[in-house]
């Protein structure tokens, strides 16, 4: 009966276009908000997930809260992979620069190529990878990276920030949003440029098998106490949590505004199907005179809910879709997901049952004697 009611579902979709293109406008609107920010909150917390997902631990200066101020001097590489339970340690120098007209931040890695490449199983084109080891002022680029400042293969680019000048011969392709997103570059060059030979900014140690990451780095610390500069040793676990506890305040602000943008939907839907329901109300009180039941003439208004909220759903998941797909939103790591569409969809079938409630409660409990004595 509801699928031979669908052509006259659909004309009353449009009976008042204006009332109706600014009710899909609205749940457009919101349902953009809602997957917006799940994409902002996963791209937060994704690359926070996956380096607590590893065993790697950073060793890096402890009196210095922010890694791209500490400093280490290159010989505490050696001296860490020399450990027992230490399965490869390389020595990273880390640098911050601002690129481009938009002022895009990107992160720079100094490298040495072989012992980082073993460390973080690095994978990669071999013919990139040989000319990146072969000429110092070589560099490898993240491939959300590269498509963000609209970079290729053999470009110079300027960092003047770091005093640095490199040709980029090759990308790093998926395998991990902190190297996808980041610049790699000979730690020599880097050192030089930056006036910091043998120093590092952490050391980054791979446990060997079956050492437990968290006892490693307290024997690091152990062993490093005496040492001219004190390290602190944490485990990619222990960092994450740090970080999440950091944002945590903020996620959860993020979460309470798209619940309210949810309500706010809710509210608005319901309005507009009620005054649909009452521009109708002789013509609800025929089709009951006709025969239509009190339960058909609730479905028939709260599928018209639900249609104009699942078209505005479907409006609003493709605005977000292209933005999250630019290239400032793969750079910060954001994606659209099947979860994000399937939830928005859910959320949309929620809008519009909720928006239809009381206009079809009362519809059905419309009597069709009342309904045809009014006088437009």
């Known amino acids: 009966m509801i699928l031979r009611m669908f052509p006259f579902l659909w ?3 449009w009976r008042n276009k204006r009332r109706s293109i600014l ?12 997957t917006a920010l799940g994409a902002a909150i996963a791209g937060m917390t994704f690359p926070v997930r996956e380096v607590g997902a590893t065993s790697l631990l950073k060793v890096r200066e402890k009196s210095r809260a922010n890694v791209l101020a500490s400093r280490l001097p290159q010989a505490y ?18 640098g911050l620069a601002v690129l481009g007209d938009e002022g895009v931040h990107i992160f720079v890695r100094g490298v040495d190529p072989d012992r980082f490449r073993e460390v973080r199983n690095l994978q990669i084109d071999s013919e990139a990878w040989a000319a990146f080891v072969d000429d110092r002022k070589a560099a490898l680029a993240g491939h959300r990276l590269m498509r963000r400042m609209g970079w290729s293969v053999g470009d110079e680019i300027e960092i003047s920030m770091l005093g640095l000048r490199v040709q980029i011969v090759g990308a790093i392709p998926e395998q991990g ?3 996808e997103s980041h610049l790699l570059v000979q730690r020599e060059n880097l050192q030089i440029a930056r006036e910091a030979e ?12 079956g050492k437990p990451p968290a006892e490693l780095a307290a024997e690091i610390d152990d062993y490093m106490a005496a040492s001219p500069v004190a390290t602190t ?3 990619s676990a222990a960092f994450a949590e740090a970080v999440v506890e950091d944002f945590m305040g903020f996620v959860d602000y993020l979460k309470i505004m798209k619940w309210i943008a949810v309500l706010i939907t809710v509210l608005g839907a319901a309005n507009a199907i009620a005054m ?6 002789q013509e609800i009180g025929a089709l009951k005179a006709l025969g239509f039941t009190p339960n058909l003439i609730s479905s028939l208004v709260l599928l018209e809910s639900t249609g104009l909220a699942l078209i505005g759903a479907i409006l609003g998941i493709a605005l977000a879709g292209w933005a999250i797909g630019s290239s400032a939103g793969e750079l910060a790591g954001l994606e659209l997901t099947g979860w994000d569409v399937a939830l928005s969809l859910a959320i949309a079938v929620f809008v519009g049952l909720a928006g239809g409630a009381a206009p079809a409660a009362a519809a059905a409990r419309l009597h069709p004697v009342d309904a045809l004595r009014i006088i437009d």
């Open 276 to 281: 649909s329901v009452r521009d109708r109300t």
């Open 23 to 34: 009710t899909i406008f609205g749940v457009a609107v919101a349902i953009f908000v809602i």
């Open 198 to 209: 043998y120093q590092l900014s952490y050391v980054l140690v791979e446990p060997a098998a």
């Open 77 to 94: 590489e050696n001296r860490v992979a020399e450990l027992p339970g230490v399965a490869g340690a390389t020595g990273v120098l880390s």
């Open 177 to 179: 949003i902190d190297l």
């Open 233 to 235: 040793t944490a485990t």
């Open 11 to 13: 004309k009353n979709l």
